[in-house]
């Protein structure tokens, strides 16, 4: 699957967005090694804290439907630029997609095409955690 074919995915996603509350559509759609792909988007909430962005609601379904492998994940917002993912959503790509492409977009036309190392340096990981119980 293209880059672009992800992108358009992710915008089929963005279309069951719940965003009542900031008016803010994101959808994801992510490619998993099987070959299946899980869309996700932006489900708020009017305590505000228990909303989920797209990118978790991608993953969190993928992993729940067994899937731990993943080829590139795509991310649309609504704003008149490139959406990248936001820092809770950066963390947990940290630990469930280290080598996916991350492919953060406009639309078909515009967008780049990052590892999660890059926007998340020196991330914190499964290691410390480890260290610490040894
Ligand atoms: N949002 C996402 O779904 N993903 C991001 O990476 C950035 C923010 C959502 C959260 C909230 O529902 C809305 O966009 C406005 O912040």
Not at 18 to 41: E, Q
Not at 54 to 59: D, F, H, N, P, V
Not at 90 to 110: F, G, S, W
């Amino acid at each position: 699957m293209t880059d672009v074919e992800l992108i358009k995915m992710a915008f089929k996603a963005r279309e069951n967005s719940y965003s009542p509350y900031s008016n803010y559509k994101v959808g994801a759609a992510l490619l998993a090694k099987s070959g299946k792909v899980y869309l996700g988007a932006n489900i708020e909430n009017c305590a505000y804290g228990p909303s989920n962005c797209a990118e978790r609601s991608a993953i969190f379904s993928a992993l729940s439907n067994g899937e731990r492998e993943f080829e590139k994940l795509a991310i649309v917002g609504t704003s008149d630029d490139i959406c990248y993912p936001c820092g809770v959503c950066r963390q947990v790509i940290a630990e469930l997609l280290p080598t996916a492409d991350i492919i953060c977009a406009k639309d078909e036309n515009k967008y780049e095409v990052h590892k999660i190392g890059d926007l998340l340096p020196h991330a914190f990981s499964p290691k410390d955690v480890e260290c610490a119980r040894k």
